[in-house]
């Protein structure tokens, strides 16, 4: 049995999508091809992928963005999607929080 249990999806969507909604939305504008999305929910996750419904011009939207490796560990989670963030942020000229502001 895999470590990525439902439960622990559960607790990472929870946690990305009430503490980290401007930054869900700056990964698929970013790196999801939906530049012009105005709003995203991580809905999903598996061993090679986060999954993410969007809003794009008042339509729903299923957009998966792969981990640059398989996940290993429930650790690489939080390092991919730091990742992530950092990489959407200089793709679309935004400045990311310093880690006093996490």
């Not at 530049?35 to 996750?45: F, G, K, N, V």
């Not at 598996?46 to 809003?55: G, K, N, P, Q």
């Not at 290993?72 to 793709?91: S, T």
Request: proline fraction near 6%; glycine fraction near 4%; include cysteine.
């Amino acid at each position: 049995m895999t470590w990525l249990t439902p439960e622990v999806i559960g607790a990472i969507k929870k946690h990305m999508n009430s503490d980290h909604v401007g930054d869900n939305l700056l990964i698929v504008r970013a790196l999801g091809e939906a530049p012009t999305a105005t709003s995203a929910e991580l809905t999903d996750l598996d061993l090679t992928a986060a999954e993410f419904t969007v809003t794009v011009d008042g339509q729903p939207v299923v957009v998966q963005i792969p981990w640059q490796q398989p996940l290993a560990d429930r650790a690489q989670i939080r390092a991919e999607v730091v990742r992530m963030y950092h990489e959407a942020c200089d793709r679309l000229g935004v400045a990311p929080r310093t880690e006093e502001q996490h």
